[in-house]
Every structure is written in structure tokens, then in C-alpha cells.
């Protein structure tokens, strides 16, 4: 998303810090070693072959879009509850929601290939297939609430609202595959199935993909912040003007 | 006044117009009718429509929901009356009750009808052992897909180009409740050999749905309407 | 006594139009209170605003003791408006309209037939579906729901509209006598001769903002 | 020369409802003929029916020298209507909408423009959508379609209602040059002082019947 | 001024409200896509899907097509400028011609969308020498529905409450178009080993409904939005 705040004369201030750049770089060392690791170190699957090393993408990836639709979900309650209605808690839940989109997106796609690959299709009715898509259907139109307009404390009420009411749905992907129809991997990490290199491979990702989450976050926060800001400029131009529409009558 | 006396109030002002319009029982029950017969003919090959009857009746139910909710809120916004509603200073948990009360009322009415249809084109059985299963499915989807439905009916009701937003947000989320009640239903009717004890845990995901969605509503239903 | 409404530098916006740009107001209880001006002024926003049905962008607006920019809701049962559209029930009769309308406020069925009686909806009319009657009929059932309804702070946008010369004076009544009971009105209005006879004051609403006449 | 409006006991019915209950009227060219009457007359239901929207149950309607009975559509294309709603569409600006309806009559864009200049909705207001203008704008904005349908016989269903002063007087002075210019215009309007005095003759409903004053 | 011509500026200003408002784009597409989501969802197991895929894209073509016609003359009815249509002396056929091309403008868009839902959800296969009977399809079935859609939305937006016999009047109508072009779409997939040559006595009968409704509508349209 670009935002017009960062052009905008008001708002000069970078959306960095020393510490948001130690995080990026963090986050590029740690997907630097997630392609060691995952392309390269970590051995074949038995039954995957190379195809297991998708893995690395998908998993932190989902897991990571879990993580950030659940930030969506407590910065809404903050927002709700905390009697300040600092509206820093809403810009949070939404930038979180947005990169869980992306998150979820991904995982979409690594698992489509990889299905195409092991189960030799793209998509399946499988449950957790379904209810994945579901969720991540579920966040668009939670973004898409968030463009409704209004006053910014209308768009903060409504969309924490749904956003603690499509929380639920994050624990109900996780269980479907213990409910029914399962063809899906079932819990494989949380077992220990894995043998050491593709362990410690899946955890470089999971930590790479955190970093590169929070660091996100972080910048995707402040500029809706901006924008929020940028706003409010364009409201002052516009009142100049229709204040000049009472001069022009009064004379 | 009480939320709840405000509740009744709305709702019997809801089927009232129902009663004088008509619209529910001229439109909508043909309309969900007519989508069963329509899957009978799209779907015309030997056993797969038994098979799949309890998901198809489930999914014109979602179908017909959709149309039901669209005309709920239609009648608010027609004349301005969702404003003045507030305006009214009725209470928004009450309106959220009450509207979802006519509303649960009007589905039941057509869930039944579904059924029937069900039971005469696709030729599903009920089995007596699972007929308290099914009473149940019933009861606790509808009270489900009422609450959700006047929630983002609500919320689509709003300003302009709100309403585009009613499939999005509601399919969705309405889609746990097309999963476990069609499980309970094939249970309940012994579907492709299932047996009625498998049901009771859907009826669970449902009962905690509607329960969620209700709570939701009664407390947010404010926010989500005033523009 | 604090003023009925108070409005100091209020700004709203809709769909990023600020249709208050600084409005100041302050209204005393049992006034009259005219609000004229050019069309797109901000008349019915200005109305919508103090209703609470339109948020406080900026500025402070206080209605009936409350501060509308924390709570819009808590001056809502206290208020009656009358916007351009009337807000019935199409498909349902004039007296169940006003039945509904009435009892969110605990009207009795004597009150709602006064107020029928009072437009002269009573007879056949009452009867009949909304939709089935003419523009200054359903103007008139409109009224006798915001009549069966007994606010202390009355807005109305354009009320004589459509009204035909009895239905005006009956208005005309109506307002003085809630006005002289207590209540406290604000009419929008582009029927000067009329409502200025009306109002107790006239203030002018243009560009968004509110300047005395 | 043949009157434009020649109403002979006409009965006209919506719903089993009799709205028109032998109505009379002759309306010569050139005249403005003010309808006047209490809420639920007819004054509407006379209007709709010279438009051709409204079926002549019995009696003889003719107009523009063709007989409603047999045929309602001929007289359709020489007629401009501004009914009670001012059949606009909210998702298209201002000009897209006046375009539309002068196109129907085959008004070139400068026309257009004028009868936009003329209503005061040139500039800004042209390109925003109806949906988003104050009620007087939109009632402003069908008023300009009717001025860009150029037709022979206006009829108008309380036009004054939201206006705005300056509003008032450029419709006073539209129909007044459409008159002068050989054009028919038929005024139903509860401001009787206003109407009154642009009217060159005055004619009462009561009761779906038509009476002189 | 001539039928013609009328029939294009009506067109061309449903499109301009469509390209403004998106409530095609943003609303129906989302829905039939959603549709085609839940069909597969109910009827979960794959080999039924692709067996049947052909009717569900024609079924959820037709639950779009209520939509899209409700819509169509909502926008007329809404400030009542069906009457100042008529009014403005335009000629009904020339309405009906210009709404029926804008109909079935956004239709051929949504069963393109939904086509390619089929494709990747159902795993449906377009061969090669299925291509043209399958445009041949589309092409006829589309025409037909929208001529269909608008007199039946004409009708029912023509007076109070006739609104609620859409669906009711529709639905059996286009009944036969279903079914023609479920057929014919097997036959253009190959589905149940179906060859391209049974498909075109289909698309004879698709082109004769057409033809049909196209003429009818032509000539009554003035008569039934009349009130
Ligand atoms: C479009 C297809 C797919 C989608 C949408 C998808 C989605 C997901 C999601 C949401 C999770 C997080 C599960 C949780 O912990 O709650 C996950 C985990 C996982 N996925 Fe997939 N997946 C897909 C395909 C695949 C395929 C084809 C494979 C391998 C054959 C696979 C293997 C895994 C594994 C091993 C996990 C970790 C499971 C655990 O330990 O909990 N996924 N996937
Ligand atoms: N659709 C309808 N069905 C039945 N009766 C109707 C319908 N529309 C109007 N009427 C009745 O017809 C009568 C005349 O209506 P009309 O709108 O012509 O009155 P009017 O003179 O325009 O009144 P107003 O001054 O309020 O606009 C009214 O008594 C009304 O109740
Ligand atoms: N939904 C909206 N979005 C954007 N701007 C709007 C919207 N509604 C109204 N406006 C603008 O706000 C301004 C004030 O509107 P408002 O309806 O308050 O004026 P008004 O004084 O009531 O005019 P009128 O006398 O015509 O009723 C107008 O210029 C209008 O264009
Ligand atoms: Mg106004
Ligand atoms: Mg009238």
C-alpha cells in the first residue's frame, strides 16, 4: 500500500527507527539462513522427497498468520476496553490483519503447489483447506469493513467488533482436521515428527518469518498513522473552503 | 424501556409486516422451493441427491437467509425508519433481539418447508432414533444464522454500498454452520451410514456459535448500524 | 439553567464533505427556533447532528446536559425528529405506525388516538397501508408519530412541506403548544413568511456555520 | 384552437380506490393553472394522469389533441413531469443525470450546460453524485432535467417544496418564459401565497373532482 | 427518436451506474463465486463434482441472474425513475432493448468468473473441440437469460408489490435455459462421456428461447411496466 502521508508536507518523519532497522536486518539474516537450511542443510523426505522443503514456507506462514489475526483480535479488545480508545490499538489491528492476509495468502499458495505435488491436485475439499480459506476470506471482508468511512472511531468500534467475533475462527482451522474429513497433515511438528535438521530448518523459518512479521508491523502501523493524520489536513483544506462559501453569501 | 420489552416489540412489528406484505411467504418460500427443484434438475443423477440432500438443504437455507435478511433491513431503510429507530432511542441490543427473533421465526418456517421438500424430491428418510437429533440441529442452527444474519444485515444496512458487503461477510462466517448442521442432518438421518451419537458434537459447534453471535449482537449491534 | 443545546465550533463530515464547518449554537429552553439558508447550507445536518445521529468530528456539542462527542446515544429517547423522509412503515396501516413509533416511548393507546384525532388521520385513513396515501398524508402520519412520541427537544426538517393549509396550522399549534409546555423546537425551514411568524428566533445557516439574523 | 387539456368527468382508480372521482378542467395554451387542495385531493393523481401514467378508468381525458382512453403513450414525449419524487439516479452525478434526461429529447450538451448554469448546480455540484446533495440540490437537479426536456406541456407537483429563495425565483421566472413562449404549465403547490401569484388562473380539487375559485 | 437509439443510452447509463456504484463487481461477482464455493463445499466429494459441475456453474449462473435483475430495476424504482422514463416518452422497447444489453454484459462477465471457478474448484476440463459449442452456449443461453430477466423485472417492478413475484415468475421460466444449457455444457466438457454433437439440438433450443423472449419482449414491455 503506498501512502500518500509519506509524500505529504506535514509528515516528514521517516516510519523507521535504529531499533525497526536492527529488526529488518534481523529478519533478512534470518531468511538468509532459512535458504541454507531449508534448500540446502536439511535432508529429502521419505515420502516428499524435495517437496517436503515447502514446508519451511507454509508452515511459518500459516502459523504466522494465525499469530497476527490473533494480535487483530487483542488489539481490538484493547481498543474496546481501555476506557483511553487510543486509536494506536486499532491502527495495530489493522496493520496486523493485513500482513495476516499476506500470510495467509502465502500459505495458500506454498500449499496448493505442495498439494500439487503430494497429493497430485491443487485444491480439495479437505476441511482444513475449506475453513483456511474461509479465514482468510473472513479478513478481507473484515479489511474491507475498514474502508467504509466515517470518523475514525466509527471505523475503530465496528471493525474490533468483527474482528473479536472472526478470532473464533482461527482455533476452528487449527481443530477441523481433528473434526472430520481430514487429508491434511495432522499435527506433525507439535508430535515430533520430524527429524532434527527439518526441525531446527522449520524453526530458522518460523523465527525469520516472526522477525520479518513484527518488523511489518511496526512500519505498516505508523503509516496508517499518517494516513490517519494526512486525513485530517485534507478536512482542513476542505473546511477553508466551505467557510469560504458562507463569506461569498454573507457579502 | 427494557431492552427486552423493546425486543417483542420490534419483533411482532417485523412479522406484522410480514403478515400484511406477504413478501416472506409469496417470495422467499417459492424461491427456496424452487432452488431444491432446481438442484433436483441440476443434480439429476441416481444416488448422488440423496447423498448429498442434508448439504443441499442446508445450502438453500443459506441461500434463502441471505434474501431474508436483505428484505429485513430493506423495510428499515426504505422510509429512513433505521434512523429513526434510533432516533427512537430504542435500544440497539433490543432492536438486534427483536429483529432477530422475526427473523429466526421466518427461517424456521422455511427450514421446514426445505425439509419437506427434502424428504418428497430426494426421498431422505428420517429414522425415528435420530428425530431428536434433528429437532435440535434445527433449533440450534437457526438460532445461529438469525443472530449472524441480523449482525451483518445490520452492518450492510448502513450507508451507501454497505449492502455489497452482506455475501462477503456473511458466507463466510455462516459456513461452520453449514458444515455442522449438515453432519447433524446426515446423523440424524443416517446418511451414507452415519449414526445419530456423531451428531451431538455438531450440535455443540452450533449451540456455541448461535451463543457467541447472540452476545456479539446484543452488545455491538449499536456500533454496527449508526453511520 | 444550562441551554437545551450547545453547540461551539462543531465540525462534521460526511464522505469527507465537511457539511458543519464551526457551527455555534445555543438554544433555551421553549424556544422556537428557525433555522433558514441556501440549499447545501447544512440545515438537516445541523438537525442529524443534534439528534446524534450524525458524529462530532470536532468542536463541542452539547444536547440536553449530554456531551454528544462522548455519547450520541443518551440524548436519543429524549429527542423527536422529523427528517425529509418520514421513516414508516410502508406496508403497515397509519395506526400501527403510529402505535410502534408511540409505544418506544410507552405512549398509551389514548395518547396515539389523540394524536391520530389531532392530524386528522382518524376515520378511514387510519386504516389504510402507508403506502396507499398521498405525499401530505404521510407527511401528516409522520408528524403524528413524532407527536404520539412527546419530546422535549423537537427537530424538524421542512415540516410544512406538503402539508395543506389546515395540516399547517395544526403544525403551527402543535409546535407552540410543546414549545409553551416546555419542550424546545428547531425547525429548518424554506417557508419564511410561515415559520418566522412561528419561531420565537431566526438564526441563518450558511457554508456549515450558524450566524444570527 | 383546440384546448391542451380537456378533462370531461374523468374517473381514475389505484388500488379499487377512486383518486379521481369525475374530474373536469379545460387548460388552455399558454396558461399556469394552480391546483390547490387539501392532502389527498387528487392534485398528484390529476397530474400522473395528463402524464399518461395514470389509466382513465371512465370519461374523457384528452390532451395535446390525443385521446388518453385510447392511447396513453402518444402524448408522453411533449410532456415533462416533476412528481412528488424526482426520478434521479443517486450513483450518477448531477451532470451525468441531466445529460441522460435531456438525451431522451435529443438536447445537445450546450442546452444541457444551460439548464445546469440556470439551477445553479454548474461547477462543483455538477460532478458530485446525487446520492451525496442536500434535498434541495437533488429537487434543483430534476428541475433542470425537466428544463432540458423542453416540453410542451409542464406539469409540476409542488415545485417550490425545498427550495431555497433564489431557488424560488429562478423556477417563478423558468416557467413564466416557458409560458410566455407558448408552453402549457400545470402547478400543483400547498403555498398558496407563492403559486398564487405565478398562476394565471386558480383552480380548486376536492375530493377528486375540480373546481374554479 | 428510435428504438435504437433509446436502447443505447439506457445501456450505456446502466453501465455508467455500474461503473460507479461496483455493485456487480462488489457484490454479485463475490456471491456467485461464493456460491460456487459452498456447492462444492456441500457436495464435498470430487468425483460428484465434476459430474455435475455443469449444472451447478448454470445454477449459480441463475441465482446470480435474481441478483443482477433485482438490481437492474431497483435503480429504476428507487426515485421512482421508471416513471420518468415513461414519461420522457421513451419507447418500452427501446428500455427493454437497452437494459437487456447491459443485463447481458455483466452476465457474460459473471459466467466467465464463474466458468473459471468451475475450471479450478470442480476440475473441469474444456476440450479442444468443445470450445466453439461451448461459446455457441454462452452466447445463446446469455442472450436468453437477459431478455428473460428484464421483461420478468419490468413486470414485477412495474407496480406495488409485484416485486415479490421475481423470483416466482422467473425461476420455472428459465427452467428450460438450465437445463439446455447443462447439456449442452456436458457435452461441450465431455462430462459423463458425453461428445460435442449431442450439444447442438441444445443450443437450437437456447437460441429459440431467445428469439422467443427477444421478440415478446420487444412488443409487451410498454404494457407490463404500465401500471
Ligand atoms: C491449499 C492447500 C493447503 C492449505 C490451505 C494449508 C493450510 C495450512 C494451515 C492453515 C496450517 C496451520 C495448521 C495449524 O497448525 O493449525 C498448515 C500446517 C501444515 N501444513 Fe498445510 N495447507 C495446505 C496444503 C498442505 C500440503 C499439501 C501439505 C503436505 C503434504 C501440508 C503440510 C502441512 C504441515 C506438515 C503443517 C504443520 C502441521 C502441524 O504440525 O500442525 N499442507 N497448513
Ligand atoms: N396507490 C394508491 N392506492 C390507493 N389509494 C391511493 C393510492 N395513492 C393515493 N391514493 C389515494 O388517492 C387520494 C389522492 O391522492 P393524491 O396523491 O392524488 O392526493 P394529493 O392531492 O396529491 O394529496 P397531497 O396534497 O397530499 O399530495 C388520496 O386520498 C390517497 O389516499
Ligand atoms: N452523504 C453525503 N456525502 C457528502 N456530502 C453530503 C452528503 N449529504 C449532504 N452532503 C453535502 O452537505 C451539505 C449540507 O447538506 P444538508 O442536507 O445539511 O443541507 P441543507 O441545508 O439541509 O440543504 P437543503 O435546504 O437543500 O435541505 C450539502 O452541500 C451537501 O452537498
Ligand atoms: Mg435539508
Ligand atoms: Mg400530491
Same mark, same amino acid.
Given at each position: 500500500?503506498?501512502?500518500?502521508?509519506?509524500?505529504?508536507?506535514?509528515?516528514?518523519?521517516?516510519?523507521?527507527?535504529?531499533?525497526?532497522?536492527?529488526?529488518?536486518?534481523?529478519?533478512?539474516?534470518?531468511?538468509?539462513?532459512?535458504?541454507?537450511?531449508?534448500?540446502?542443510?536439511?535432508?529429502?523426505?521419505?515420502?516428499?522427497?524435495?517437496?517436503?522443503?515447502?514446508?519451511?514456507?507454509?508452515?511459518?506462514?500459516?502459523?504466522?498468520?494465525?499469530?497476527?489475526?490473533?494480535?487483530?483480535?487483542?488489539?481490538?479488545?484493547?481498543?474496546?476496553?481501555?476506557?483511553?480508545?487510543?486509536?494506536?490499538?486499532?491502527?495495530?489491528?489493522?496493520?496486523?490483519?493485513?500482513?495476516?492476509?499476506?500470510?495467509?495468502?502465502?500459505?495458500?499458495?506454498?500449499?496448493?503447489?505442495?498439494?500439487?505435488?503430494?497429493?497430485?491436485?491443487?485444491?480439495?475439499?479437505?476441511?482444513?483447506?475449506?475453513?483456511?480459506?474461509?479465514?482468510?476470506?473472513?479478513?478481507?471482508?473484515?479489511?474491507?469493513?475498514?474502508?467504509?468511512?466515517?470518523?475514525?472511531?466509527?471505523?475503530?468500534?465496528?471493525?474490533?467488533?468483527?474482528?473479536?467475533?472472526?478470532?473464533?475462527?482461527?482455533?476452528?482451522?487449527?481443530?477441523?482436521?481433528?473434526?472430520?474429513?481430514?487429508?491434511?497433515?495432522?499435527?506433525?511438528?507439535?508430535?515430533?515428527?520430524?527429524?532434527?535438521?527439518?526441525?531446527?530448518?522449520?524453526?530458522?523459518?518460523?523465527?525469520?518469518?516472526?522477525?520479518?512479521?513484527?518488523?511489518?508491523?511496526?512500519?505498516?502501523?505508523?503509516?496508517?498513522?499518517?494516513?490517519?493524520?494526512?486525513?485530517?489536513?485534507?478536512?482542513?483544506?476542505?473546511?477553508?473552503?466551505?467557510?469560504?462559501?458562507?463569506?461569498?453569501?454573507?457579502? | 424501556?427494557?431492552?427486552?420489552?423493546?425486543?417483542?416489540?420490534?419483533?411482532?412489528?417485523?412479522?406484522?409486516?410480514?403478515?400484511?406484505?406477504?413478501?416472506?411467504?409469496?417470495?422467499?418460500?417459492?424461491?427456496?422451493?424452487?432452488?431444491?427443484?432446481?438442484?433436483?434438475?441440476?443434480?439429476?443423477?441416481?444416488?448422488?441427491?440423496?447423498?448429498?440432500?442434508?448439504?443441499?438443504?442446508?445450502?438453500?437455507?443459506?441461500?434463502?437467509?441471505?434474501?431474508?435478511?436483505?428484505?429485513?433491513?430493506?423495510?428499515?431503510?426504505?422510509?429512513?425508519?433505521?434512523?429513526?429507530?434510533?432516533?427512537?432511542?430504542?435500544?440497539?441490543?433490543?432492536?438486534?433481539?427483536?429483529?432477530?427473533?422475526?427473523?429466526?421465526?421466518?427461517?424456521?418456517?422455511?427450514?421446514?418447508?426445505?425439509?419437506?421438500?427434502?424428504?418428497?424430491?430426494?426421498?431422505?428418510?428420517?429414522?425415528?432414533?435420530?428425530?431428536?437429533?434433528?429437532?435440535?440441529?434445527?433449533?440450534?442452527?437457526?438460532?445461529?444464522?438469525?443472530?449472524?444474519?441480523?449482525?451483518?444485515?445490520?452492518?450492510?444496512?448502513?450507508?451507501?454500498?454497505?449492502?455489497?458487503?452482506?455475501?462477503?461477510?456473511?458466507?463466510?462466517?455462516?459456513?461452520?454452520?453449514?458444515?455442522?448442521?449438515?453432519?447433524?442432518?446426515?446423523?440424524?438421518?443416517?446418511?451414507?451410514?452415519?449414526?445419530?451419537?456423531?451428531?451431538?458434537?455438531?450440535?455443540?459447534?452450533?449451540?456455541?456459535?448461535?451463543?457467541?453471535?447472540?452476545?456479539?449482537?446484543?452488545?455491538?449491534?449499536?456500533?454496527?448500524?449508526?453511520? | 439553567?444550562?441551554?437545551?443545546?450547545?453547540?461551539?465550533?462543531?465540525?462534521?463530515?460526511?464522505?469527507?464533505?465537511?457539511?458543519?464547518?464551526?457551527?455555534?449554537?445555543?438554544?433555551?429552553?421553549?424556544?422556537?427556533?428557525?433555522?433558514?439558508?441556501?440549499?447545501?447550507?447544512?440545515?438537516?445536518?445541523?438537525?442529524?447532528?443534534?439528534?446524534?445521529?450524525?458524529?462530532?468530528?470536532?468542536?463541542?456539542?452539547?444536547?440536553?446536559?449530554?456531551?454528544?462527542?462522548?455519547?450520541?446515544?443518551?440524548?436519543?429517547?429524549?429527542?423527536?425528529?422529523?427528517?425529509?423522509?418520514?421513516?414508516?412503515?410502508?406496508?403497515?396501516?397509519?395506526?400501527?405506525?403510529?402505535?410502534?413509533?408511540?409505544?418506544?416511548?410507552? @405512549?398509551?393507546?389514548?395518547? %396515539?388516538?389523540?394524536?391520530?384525532?389531532? =392530524?386528522?388521520? $382518524? *376515520?378511514? #385513513? !387510519? +386504516?389504510?397501508? /402507508?403506502?396507499?396515501?398521498?405525499?401530505?398524508?404521510?407527511?401528516?402520519?409522520?408528524?403524528?408519530?413524532?407527536?404520539?412520541?412527546?419530546?422535549?427537544?423537537?427537530?424538524?426538517?421542512?415540516?410544512?412541506?406538503?402539508?395543506?393549509?389546515?395540516?399547517?396550522?395544526?403544525?403551527?399549534?402543535?409546535?407552540?403548544?410543546?414549545? @409553551?409546555?416546555?419542550?424546545? %423546537?428547531?425547525?429548518?425551514?424554506?417557508? =419564511?413568511?410561515? $415559520? *418566522?411568524? #412561528? !419561531? +420565537?428566533?431566526? /438564526?441563518?445557516?450558511?457554508?456549515?456555520?450558524?450566524?444570527?439574523?
Amino acid at each position: 500500500m503506498n501512502s500518500p502521508a509519506t509524500t505529504s508536507s506535514a509528515s516528514k518523519r521517516p516510519t523507521g527507527t535504529p531499533f525497526t532497522r536492527a529488526l529488518g536486518i534481523a529478519a533478512l539474516v534470518g531468511i538468509g539462513w532459512l535458504v541454507v537450511f531449508g534448500l540446502f542443510l536439511s535432508p529429502n523426505d521419505r515420502v516428499q522427497k524435495k517437496g517436503v522443503r515447502i514446508m519451511y514456507i507454509h508452515v511459518p506462514s500459516a502459523w504466522l498468520a494465525y499469530l497476527a489475526f490473533i494480535v487483530t483480535g487483542i488489539a481490538s479488545a484493547a481498543y474496546l476496553f481501555k476506557k483511553t480508545r487510543s486509536l494506536t490499538w486499532d491502527r495495530i489491528a489493522g496493520a496486523s490483519a493485513e500482513i495476516g492476509v499476506l500470510f495467509m495468502g502465502i500459505a495458500l499458495v506454498t500449499g496448493s503447489l505442495w498439494g500439487r505435488i503430494s497429493w497430485g491436485t491443487y485444491w480439495t475439499w479437505d476441511s482444513r483447506l475449506t475453513t483456511t480459506a474461509f479465514l482468510f476470506v473472513t479478513y478481507i471482508g473484515y479489511l474491507a469493513v475498514r474502508d467504509l468511512g466515517g470518523t475514525h472511531h466509527q471505523r475503530a468500534r465496528r471493525s474490533a467488533i468483527l474482528a473479536l467475533l472472526a478470532v473464533f475462527e482461527v482455533p476452528l482451522v487449527h481443530f477441523s482436521v481433528k473434526w472430520w474429513r481430514p487429508l491434511h497433515q495432522q499435527e506433525t511438528v507439535a508430535e515430533g515428527k520430524l527429524n532434527g535438521l527439518m526441525l531446527f530448518s522449520l524453526f530458522t523459518g518460523i523465527v525469520a518469518f516472526t522477525l520479518l512479521y513484527v518488523w511489518l508491523l511496526l512500519h505498516r502501523q505508523r503509516v496508517l498513522a499518517m494516513e490517519d493524520t494526512v486525513d485530517d489536513q485534507g478536512l482542513d483544506l476542505a473546511l477553508a473552503e466551505r467557510r469560504a462559501e458562507a463569506q461569498e453569501v454573507g457579502s | 424501556m427494557s431492552s427486552w420489552r423493546i425486543a417483542r416489540l420490534v419483533a411482532a412489528k417485523d412479522l406484522r409486516i410480514e403478515l400484511r406484505s406477504r413478501v416472506v411467504t409469496n417470495q422467499v418460500l417459492p424461491f427456496a422451493a424452487l432452488v431444491m427443484v432446481m438442484f433436483a434438475f441440476a443434480l439429476d443423477n441416481d444416488n448422488v441427491l440423496t447423498r448429498v440432500a442434508p448439504g443441499l438443504v442446508w445450502l438453500a437455507t443459506l441461500f434463502s437467509l441471505l434474501v431474508l435478511v436483505q428484505r429485513a433491513f430493506a423495510v428499515e431503510t426504505a422510509d429512513g425508519a433505521l434512523d429513526a429507530l434510533q432516533v427512537a432511542g430504542v435500544r440497539a441490543g433490543g432492536i438486534f433481539l427483536g429483529k432477530s427473533m422475526a427473523l429466526a421465526a421466518q427461517l424456521a418456517v422455511l427450514e421446514l418447508v426445505l425439509l419437506g421438500a427434502a424428504v418428497v424430491l430426494y426421498k431422505a428418510e428420517v429414522p425415528a432414533n435420530g428425530v431428536i437429533l434433528l429437532i435440535a440441529t434445527y433449533v440450534a442452527a437457526t438460532t445461529g444464522l438469525a443472530f449472524v444474519g441480523t449482525l451483518y444485515g445490520g452492518l450492510a444496512a448502513g450507508a451507501k454500498g454497505r449492502e455489497t458487503l452482506l455475501p462477503l461477510l456473511m458466507l463466510p462466517v455462516v459456513a461452520p454452520v453449514l458444515i455442522g448442521a449438515t453432519r447433524a442432518t446426515e446423523a440424524a438421518l443416517g446418511t451414507n451410514g452415519a449414526s445419530p451419537s456423531e451428531g451431538w458434537p455438531w450440535i455443540g459447534l452450533l449451540t456455541l456459535f448461535a451463543a457467541l453471535f447472540g452476545a456479539g449482537g446484543t452488545l455491538a449491534f449499536g456500533s454496527l448500524i449508526d453511520e | 439553567m444550562e441551554p437545551v443545546v450547545h453547540l461551539a465550533d462543531v465540525v462534521a463530515v460526511l464522505g469527507g464533505f465537511p457539511v458543519l464547518a464551526g457551527a455555534d449554537l445555543t438554544v433555551e429552553r421553549g424556544e422556537i427556533v428557525l433555522l433558514r439558508g441556501p440549499n447545501g447550507a447544512g440545515k438537516t445536518s445541523l438537525l442529524r447532528l443534534c439528534a446524534g445521529l450524525l458524529p462530532v468530528e470536532r468542536g463541542s456539542a452539547v444536547v440536553l446536559g449530554h456531551d454528544l462527542a462522548l455519547d450520541r446515544t443518551a440524548v436519543r429517547n429524549r429527542v423527536g425528529l422529523l427528517g425529509h423522509s418520514n421513516g414508516l412503515y410502508g406496508d403497515l396501516s397509519v395506526l400501527d405506525n403510529v402505535s410502534f413509533w408511540g409505544a418506544t416511548v410507552g @405512549a398509551t393507546a389514548v395518547e %396515539v388516538d389523540a394524536s391520530l384525532v389531532r =392530524l386528522g388521520l $382518524a *376515520g378511514r #385513513l !387510519a +386504516t389504510v397501508p /402507508v403506502s396507499r396515501l398521498s405525499a401530505g398524508q404521510r407527511r401528516r402520519t409522520a408528524l403524528a408519530c413524532l407527536v404520539a412520541r412527546r419530546a422535549e427537544l423537537w427537530l424538524l426538517d421542512e415540516p410544512h412541506a406538503g402539508l395543506d393549509a389546515s395540516g399547517r396550522d395544526e403544525l403551527d399549534a402543535t409546535l407552540r403548544e410543546a414549545a @409553551a409546555s416546555g419542550a424546545t %423546537v428547531m425547525v429548518a425551514s424554506h417557508e =419564511l413568511e410561515r $415559520a *418566522g411568524a #412561528l !419561531a +420565537t428566533r431566526v /438564526v441563518e445557516v450558511v457554508g456549515g456555520q450558524v450566524r444570527p439574523t
